[in-house]
């Protein structure tokens, strides 16, 4: 992976070390940004790099403004002061090259269009020819493991179907950044981890850009790069952590690593710092 930004060699560092990092190689530069919705402060000077391929997962206790984080980056919300750049240019309005993949599947998807015409929607908005639909829609939907599910609607699928086909249809804009806010919370644990597997895979073979919000420590361990803990009030990086884990992971084995399970106690530590 080149160009990597805010590496660092320890576990975890302080925010005013992170402000200093050289974010200008990164994908997405967040550069200072502050956010105040209704008078409120909700972030405050934050700076963070994102790398081409990477994946990054955000934790913090409430009201440190991980969502806010994520609106962001997706172009839903617009700085108070400071910046956000993607590829170099200013985010100014959501982009097609970053998609959002929701917790609530149910209301991100359309209840009257089946699976094949959820997946389309992307495709329409994007204007890719007619003729050129049907394969792409096939081949997402075999992706996600849902190559004999086209013709059923939503309410005719399982909670992970739903957020598997949210997800195609999410992949359908061949985003440069996929944006993800806790969108396995409302899901059983098997279902959990195998979609924890399907985003490893995602961002591999397709080189895809992760930010991944969670409140599940083990899931940012499992899935990161690198975490950001946010502190709050107002939300600020307080600490990153390198995550050095071998890859391929596994559900078994990488969890039961020592690195993972040392990780997993500075995580818990810097959550209960952060809570007081």
Known sequence: MTGQVLRMEKADVKAEAVDKGDHSSALVQVW???????????????????????????????????????????????????KVLLGGAEMRKPRQDVAIVFQDYSKALLPWRDAAYNVALAMEAMGTPRSERPAKIRKLLEMMGLGDHASKFPNQMSGGMQQRLQIARCLAQEPKVLLMDEPFGALDAMTR?????????????????????????????????????????????????????????N??????????????????????????
């Open 32 to 82: 200072r940004a502050d956010v105040t919705l209704a008078g409120r402060s909700i972030l405050e000077n934050l700076s963070l790099g994102l790398d081409e391929g990477e994946i990054v997962c955000v934790v913090g206790p409430s009201g440190s403004g991980k969502t806010t984080l994520l609106r962001l980056l997706g172009g839903l919300l617009k700085p108070s002061a400071g």
């Open 251 to 276: 559900q078994l084995s990488t969890r039961e690593d020592p690195e993972f399970l040392r990780l997993r106690r500075a995580l818990f530590d810097f959550i209960e710092r952060a809570e007081r």
């Open 193 to 249: 981890q195998a979609l924890q597997d399907e985003v490893l895979a995602i961002s591999k073979q397709m080189g895809t850009t992760v930010f991944f919000v969670t409140h599940d420590l083990e899931e940012a361990i499992y899935l990161g790069d690198r975490i950001v803990g946010l502190l709050p009030n107002p939300g600020r990086v307080g600490e990153i952590f390198q995550v050095n884990l071998p890859r391929p992971r």
